[in-house]
């Protein structure tokens, strides 16, 4: 997969970053979600996404969802991705994107989800944010840097 260095809006700074080939390419950018494509401390891939999720000291988020390592959350209120706030689990493709919704995050979490199943919302308040019914494989601690935690 090819790289490119870009400029991310959320941190400040320039990242290497993945970059989407072919037709995903396509349906990113047709959506209000250029940040994803553009700009991701997230982890592209051609099938699924590992977007990021700031949560407690217990991987336990304030709508009461766990993000434990090793575990798959699913949202509990899913609304079909209808909605842009509530009604799902949300992400940013950044882990300091993610203090934007939780400020006092602790931990981070990388959270794979497939592409068709990622929710973008059109003249989005928070077009930074990303919504699923849930993920896909089991999310995995990472550090401020989007760097794994072993």
């Known amino acids: 997969m090819k790289t490119k260095q870009r400029y991310c809006s959320q941190c400040g700074s320039e990242k ?35 977007v990021l999720k700031g949560t407690d ?12 390592p090793g575990t798959k959350p699913k949202a509990p209120d899913w609304d079909g991705g209808k909605a842009e706030c509530g009604y799902g689990l949300h992400f940013s493709p950044c882990v300091s994107g993610t203090l934007r919704f939780k400020a006092d995050a602790k931990k981070f979490v990388a959270c794979p989800v497939r592409v068709e ?34």
């Open 16 to 50: 290497e970053f993945r970059i989407l080939q072919g037709s995903e390419v396509a349906e990113l950018r047709e959506s209000s979600h250029a940040v994803l494509r553009e700009s991701s401390h997230a982890v592209l891939r051609e099938s699924s996404h590992a």
């Open 117 to 150: 199943d990622i929710i973008v919302t059109k003249n989005a308040t928070y077009p930074d944010k990303i919504k699923a019914r849930g993920v896909c494989a089991p999310v995995w601690e990472v550090d401020r840097d989007g760097k794994k935690i072993d």
């Open 57 to 68: 000291e217990n991987f336990y988020t304030q709508k009461g969802v766990y993000y434990t």
